[in-house]
């Protein structure tokens, strides 16, 4: 088995392909400045707003307000987080409009760079790929169809849609069948050491790989990637090693 050629390539979506945290930041930097003319607040008071939402977003679950619609969860973000900052707020549908501009400017901001176009179509040519992405199943199509990136894989999975999402097995599984391939057939590409690497090795892939923009870090947790690379742009170089080691 160690001698079998990869055939596919399992690629995340958010941080690995578009950079979705950096079109938040942008994003928050547009939202701030709107509570700045409809309130006149100081910096470091629209910071501290900011951060609020942030920490609300990094921890939101599904079941926040069940029921409710992501739109309107996060609208919630916003009106808690100007509400634990500056207390009540006249303008009634404030929080509505910081939510509304801060997601559509964060959509705005999302795109395939031509470099990672490029790249996808090269690696098409030899391989099948797949897009599986993690996250609420609205939040996630809207980002695929903003960047208009379908028509570089075989076949995209947004786990949300599905009862399982990375790093269990099960969705991996769902993968596989798409592509007609056996785990060992494939790579695991993404960001996340919990989600993507871990889900990866649960899954049984052939080879993991991070990527990890922080030089000099080091991996003191329990999951270990195969290999880290600092853009998805090096993936050649991690596919040619693989090609090697089936060609010894």
Same mark, same amino acid.
Request: aromatic share 6%.
């Given at each position: ?47 501290? %707003? ?5 920490? /609300? *977003?990094?921890? @939101?679950?599904? =079941? ?7 739109? #309107? ?97 099960? %969705? ?5 069948? /798409? *592509?007609?391939? @056996?785990?060992? =057939? ?7 050491? #919990? ?54």
């Amino acid at each position: 088995m160690e001698g079998k050629a990869v055939k596919a390539i399992l690629f995340d979506l958010d941080n690995t392909l578009i950079e979705t945290s950096r079109a938040g930041e942008v994003a928050l930097q547009k939202t701030g400045e709107l509570l700045k003319s409809k309130l006149s607040l100081d910096d470091n008071t629209i910071r501290r %707003i900011c951060e609020k939402f942030k920490l /609300k *977003l990094l921890h @939101e679950s599904s =079941d926040q307000l069940p029921g409710t619609s992501k739109d #309107d969860l996060r609208v919630c973000h916003w009106e808690e987080s100007i509400a634990e900052t500056i207390g009540s707020c006249s303008i009634s549908d404030l929080a509505s409009q910081c939510y509304y501009l801060w997601k559509n400017s964060r959509l705005e901001n999302l795109c395939l760079t031509p470099e990672v176009c490029n790249l996808l179509m090269q690696l098409r040519s030899r391989y099948k790929l797949l897009l599986l992405t993690n996250g609420e199943a609205q939040t996630q199509r809207e980002k695929v169809e903003a960047v208009n990136c379908e028509e570089f894989f075989d076949a995209v999975v947004i786990a949300g849609d599905h009862a399982e999402q990375k790093p269990f097995p099960s %969705i991996f599984q769902l993968c596989f069948n /798409k *592509l007609e391939v @056996e785990a060992w =057939d494939c790579v695991m590409v993404g960001d996340s050491l #919990d989600t993507d690497v871990q889900g990866g090795f649960n899954a049984g892939v052939r080879a993991t790989v991070w990527i990890h923009r922080a030089e000099g870090s080091v991996l003191d947790g329990p999951v270990k990637p195969d290999y880290t690379i600092p853009t998805v742009l090096d993936l050649p170089r991690i596919l040619a090693q693989l090609q090697n080691c089936t060609c010894e």
